[in-house]
């Protein structure tokens, strides 16, 4: 069974969340779950083995479907694909990095024009009050 393409295999890249927000109610569900999990595993290298165990699997399929080429180049293709498959998360992670900033510089210069209209109206209000204190001083 294959996957489906991904955004760095030219497909469709999803405009929705990619999980739950970190302040959510269902991240801090998730994030103490796995608390309780580690605090009741005692080795927890051997807790993660099977997971280890199976993308290197999948990364041997991915470079010999066949099981024809030697060991030798099938663990260096192996290596390989772990590598890119890594490097593709890093590239990941720095996407979703950089537009968590951009959304967040974004909010906060929306928030600081609220701010000056506000300030600005104000002050036009105060101008107003005194231009009529002015007048009715004149009269």
Do not use: C, H, V
């Given at each position: 069974m294959g996957r489906s393409p991904g955004p760095l295999r030219g497909g469709k890249v999803s405009t929705g969340s990619a999980g739950p927000r970190p302040g959510s109610e269902a991240s801090l569900r998730g994030r103490i779950a796995a608390y309780e999990r580690w605090a009741r595993t005692a080795d927890r290298t051997a807790a993660t083995a099977p997971g280890r165990r199976?993308?290197?699997?999948?990364?041997?399929r991915e470079v010999d479907p066949s099981g024809e080429l030697d060991p030798a180049e099938r663990a260096r293709r192996v290596d390989a694909k772990r590598k890119a498959h890594f490097m593709r998360l890093a590239l990941l992670s720095a996407r979703s990095r950089r537009k968590a900033k951009e959304i967040r510089?974004?909010?906060?210069?929306?928030?600081?024009?609220?701010?000056?209209?506000?300030?600005?109206?104000?002050?036009?209000?105060?101008?107003?009050?005194?231009?009529?204190?002015?007048?009715?001083?004149?009269?």
């Open positions: 199976g993308l290197e699997a999948r990364f041997e510089e974004s909010a906060a210069a929306r928030t600081i024009a609220s701010q000056a209209r506000k300030t600005a109206s104000e002050l036009r209000a105060a101008a107003d009050q005194l231009d009529t204190a002015t007048d009715a001083a004149e009269m």
